[in-house]
């Protein structure tokens, strides 16, 4: 059974940084798309940034520039450096991936087949 565990959430004062880590295990092959999605309070859950196996990224607007996607893609893990949070970087944050690289980058919960629970994120003013 695939199982999607992120790690590295917590509590920071704007401006602050974080790095986030996810881990899948139980799939025996490359993940072609690993992102990471967030969901805040009232809202729906929104993609944050991708990554396929062949390197390429994408990132909402809101956080280009200021959060970084990085992933081995032997190990199936995939990380989220935040760096100038902001209050509205507060959020659940969760690890998805996908065997396949369709809509990848497209940042849609849709094309995402496992996930984990999340990890809170809390930026104060």
């Known amino acids: 059974q695939v199982q999607v565990v992120e790690a590295g959430g917590g509590s920071v004062q704007s401006g602050g940084s974080l790095r986030l880590s996810c881990t899948v295990s139980?799939?025996?092959?490359?993940?072609?798309?690993m992102g990471w999605f967030r969901q805040a309070p009232g809202k729906e859950r929104e993609g944050v940034a991708s990554a396929d196996s062949n390197g390429r990224t994408r990132y909402v607007e809101s956080v280009k520039g200021r959060f970084t996607i990085s992933r081995d893609t032997a190990k199936n893990t995939v990380d989220l450096q935040l760096a100038t949070l902001k209050p509205e970087d507060t959020a659940k944050y969760y690890c998805?991936?996908?065997?396949?690289?369709?809509?990848?980058?497209?940042?849609?919960?849709?094309?995402?087949?496992?996930w984990g629970e999340g990890t809170q994120v809390t930026v104060s003013s």
């Open positions: 139980g799939y025996n092959y490359t993940l072609d798309c």
């Open positions: 998805a991936a996908d065997p396949t690289s369709t809509g990848c980058h497209i940042l849609s919960r849709q094309f995402f087949s496992y």
